[in-house]
């Protein structure tokens, strides 16, 4: 009966947590509408904001081979310093969401160290914090917090010491990596070069009929590529949170499935371990009835 008594608590503790997943997937299920439109309305201005600044690259390094003045279009052959942006979520229970991007960050950081650079990591999310943290490798910047809740205000306060450094030439190239939203299943990662803006092939249908003149003012450029890399650190954030929840919500699916076959399962051993015991009670009954 002992056994009994255990496989019956195996079951109400199963079902315990099966309550618990599914209704952890009930609430990133509605978080996640919520990140949805949000990130599929950012989703099309970021594009065509893209589109439009490696049109301005392409078109300003034509008149020029870059320079001072245009620090933010010119390529650099000997890059020295790299600094690696990641979005990570501050909580887990999302199955891989987190490890992708840290992978991804581990495969770049070698990377770039072979090819003699230093690499400097600037952290979004506690998960990402904690791995390096643990791994003893260094972190330049921390920021735990904003992830789950991102603005656009908490973006900009998050990349303009980047920039600055980049503008003072402490570093050479700020890349951003993080693992966003494709559909309600599958999540996308992102590595997206901020400066210096790349020049990337544009279809004639999609390309614009924008000119750009030789002489247009410093300030004017360098304001809008600010604007350009905080879009981007934006949208990299939400479309973070939105990848993080439907991770999130499947990773919660797939755990009330396995919650209700283990039931299923524990059901079953239960069955089996209560006939045999009524069995035996019957032939200890019957044994001791022939004895007599």
């Known amino acids: 009966m002992a056994n009994l008594k255990d496989i019956k608590r195996n079951i109400a503790s199963v079902k315990n947590t099966q309550k618990t997943t599914r209704a952890m997937k009930l609430v990133s299920t509605a978080k996640l509408k919520r990140a949805e439109e949000v990130t599929k309305r950012s989703k099309e201005y970021a594009n065509k904001l ?29 890059e020295k310093v790299i600094d690696i942006f990641f979005i990570t979520a501050d909580k887990g229970l999302c199955g891989g969401f987190n490890i992708q991007t840290i992978k991804q960050v581990l495969a770049l950081t070698k990377e770039y160290e072979a ?48 920039v600055e450094d980049f503008v003072e030439g402490k570093c050479d190239k700020i890349i951003l990596v993080h693992n966003g939203y494709k559909n309600m299943i599958i999540q996308e990662l992102k590595t997206t070069t901020l400066v210096p803006v790349e020049t990337i092939e544009v279809e004639s249908k999609v390309a614009s009929m924008m000119e750009i003149e030789a002489e247009d003012e410093e300030k004017v450029l360098e304001e809008l590529v600010r604007k350009y890399i905080e879009y981007n650190m934006y949208y990299g954030l939400i479309d973070s949170l939105a990848g993080e929840h439907s991770a999130r919500m499947q990773a919660m699916d797939n755990a009330t499935s396995n919650a209700k076959e283990r039931v299923e399962q524990l059901t079953v ?24």
């Open 269 to 292: 051993k239960y069955n089996k371990a209560r006939q045999e015991a009524i069995t035996t009670e019957l032939i200890e009954i019957i044994s001791g009835m022939e004895a007599l």
């Open 115 to 162: 090819k003699g650079c230093q690499v400097r990591l600037r952290a979004v999310g506690r998960k990402g914090v904690d791995f390096f943290t643990f791994k003893g490798m260094e972190v330049l910047e921390k920021y735990i917090g904003v992830s789950s809740s991102p603005t656009y205000e908490k973006a900009v306060d998050i990349v303009n010491k980047a």
């Open 50 to 78: 893209n589109i439009m600044m490696s049109e301005i690259s392409d078109k300003i390094n034509k008149f020029k081979a870059g320079g001072s003045t245009l620090k933010f279009f010119a390529k650099n052959d000997s």
